[in-house]
T-cell receptor
Framework: DGGITQSPKYLFRKEGQNVTLSCEQN?????MYWYRQDPGQGLRLIYY???????QKGDIAEGYSVSREKKESFPLTVTSAQKNPTAFYLC?????????FGPGTRLTVL | GIQVEQSPPDLILQEGANSTLRCNFS?????LQWFHQNPWGQLINLFY???GTKQNGRLSATTVATERYSLLYISSSQTTDSGVYFC????????????FGKGTKLTVNP
């Protein structure tokens, strides 16, 4: 089946630890995106990548890092510098204009 | 940056009722998408509709780009239509950097 997978579904981490969220797609899409959603809010763009080995900061990139070594994969690292990391993280991909989303990862910092 | 406003913020319906959700945006756009976020957090694509009208079953959407608004119509609503409906627009041609509204939370009661 073609689609976007994110893992894990739920993630707990202690304050001060870095954590990496996985996003994989087999849709052969060029562009990939990471969004953050807080309760009762819309999505905000963290980072995006339009081609392999290139990525751009979104509106709320501070405290996050990404890599794009393969077309299929766009992992997001939430670093200890991110002050309020507890949120729902969504990954998306697109070929031209229409974006498609994965199921999301709920990160809780204890 | 571009502003996206959705109304109403909350909507409660009885099963079988019809509804109209509105999305206003502050600048010209190249991309407009409607999504439904289900109770598990998954965003499901409803329409890619930068202009014109589209229909898919009980749902239809119309975007009047010159007047900077889009409408999502839900007819004969069902309890499974419950969730949050998001409108998202791009900020510049070719980058597909979507900006999301805060959503309309729809509750359909049996």
């Amino acid at each position: 089946d073609g689609g976007i997978t994110q893992s894990p579904k739920y993630l707990f981490r202690k304050e001060g630890q870095n954590v990496t969220l996985s996003c994989e797609q087999n849709l052969n899409h060029d562009a990939m995106y990471w969004y953050r959603q807080d309760p009762g809010q819309g999505l905000r763009l963290i980072y995006y990548s339009q081609i392999v080995n290139d990525f751009q900061k979104g509106d709320i990139a501070e405290g996050y890092s990404v890599s794009r070594e393969k077309k299929e994969s766009f992992p997001l690292t939430v670093t200890s510098a991110q002050k309020n990391p507890t949120a729902f993280y969504l990954c998306a991909s697109s070929m031209e204009y229409e974006q498609f989303f994965g199921p999301g990862t709920r990160l809780t910092v204890l | 940056g571009i502003q996206v406003e959705q109304s109403p913020p909350d909507l409660i319906l009885q099963e079988g009722a019809n509804s109209t959700l509105r999305c206003n945006f502050s600048d010209s756009v190249n991309n407009l998408q409607w999504f439904h976020q289900n109770p598990w957090g998954q965003l499901i694509n409803l329409f890619y509709i930068p202009s014109g009208t589209k229909q898919n079953g009980r749902l239809s959407a119309t975007t009047v780009a010159t007047e900077r608004y889009s409408l999502l119509y839900i007819s004969s609503s069902q309890t499974t239509d419950s969730g949050v409906y998001f409108c998202a627009v791009d900020t510049q041609g070719g980058s597909e950097k979507l900006v999301f509204g805060k959503g309309t939370k729809l509750t359909v009661n049996p």
